[in-house]
């Protein structure tokens, strides 16, 4: 049987292809089996009967000879099926835990995989609202809750308002713009081009602010009327909180 070393120590993997082989070879000898029992059949005396006359003298009627060669062959090949019915069971507990091991580890992968995704992805700045049928955001794929991360030249690091997407849409009006999203935790690009259409506006969509945007709006506005109060001073550690959800902050310092 091929088999395929792995290591030093002697450790190997199976294939189907190798299963597939064994059983071939099962098969093989019980068609053996089956010739040598047909031999037995045609001079009627099968495994047990007996070889000499009542006289103790071999029977004329038979071919002793060819009796004696078909009985001892098929035992050997009895023999062999067993030996190759064990190794297919064998091969066969093998397979499924070798199978079983690899969907672990794809499994654990995909897992490692979408984790470190979701450490790298970058804060999104909008969330996609609406999406009208024919626009040229439906024809270029963006779908509702899609969060962006990047819109042509806007990205996360240089975002202050929706009013700079408005701003690049109107100056790139018939040209494609490199949109990506985050759309089921997953990162998706797409090419968004600005133009005429039979709606409303050059994209037929409408863009939101993100959760975490919402959540920074009403963070900063109960900051804020904290931070109005006489001699309240931020702590590095409120700053820095608040910071986590683009807060824009500046202490007042009176």
């Known amino acids: 049987m091929k088999m395929t070393e792995e290591n ?3 450790n190997s993997t199976i294939t189907m292809e190798d299963v597939q082989s064994l ?51 098929i035992s050997c090949l009895q023999n062999d099926h067993k030996a190759i019915m064990v190794e297919i069971e064998e091969a066969l507990h093998r397979l499924h835990a070798l199978e079983k091991a690899k969907r672990e580890q794809d499994q654990a992968e995909s897992q ?37 991360i990047a819109f042509g030249s806007i990205n996360t690091g240089n975002f202050q308002n929706l009013q700079n997407i408005a701003s690049v849409v109107q100056h790139s009006e018939g040209r494609p713009l490199n949109v990506t999203v985050i759309r089921n935790g997953q990162k998706t690009q797409m090419g968004l081009t600005p133009q005429r259409w039979s709606g409303r506006g050059l994209l037929g969509t409408h863009l939101g602010d993100t959760p975490a945007d919402l959540v920074a709006r009403k963070l900063t506005t109960q900051f804020r009327t904290v931070a109005s109060r006489p001699h309240y001073e931020p702590s590095a550690s409120a700053l820095q909180f608040l910071s986590r959800f683009r807060c824009n902050i500046v202490p007042i310092h009176r």
């Open 112 to 148: 490692t995989e979408s984790m470190e995704q979701e450490v790298t992805l970058p804060s999104p700045f909008a969330r996609v609202d609406a999406v009208s049928q024919g626009s040229p955001a439906c024809q270029a794929g963006l779908q509702i809750s899609d969060e962006i």
């Open 23 to 73: 059983i071939k070879k099962k098969d093989t000898i019980e068609e053996q089996i089956k010739a040598y029992y047909d031999v037995l059949e045609d001079q009627e005396v099968g495994m047990e009967g007996p070889l000499v006359d009542a006289e103790g003298f071999p029977r004329a009627d038979v071919n002793v000879y060819q009796i004696r060669t078909a009985r001892h062959t």
């Open 8 to 10: 030093n120590d002697g």
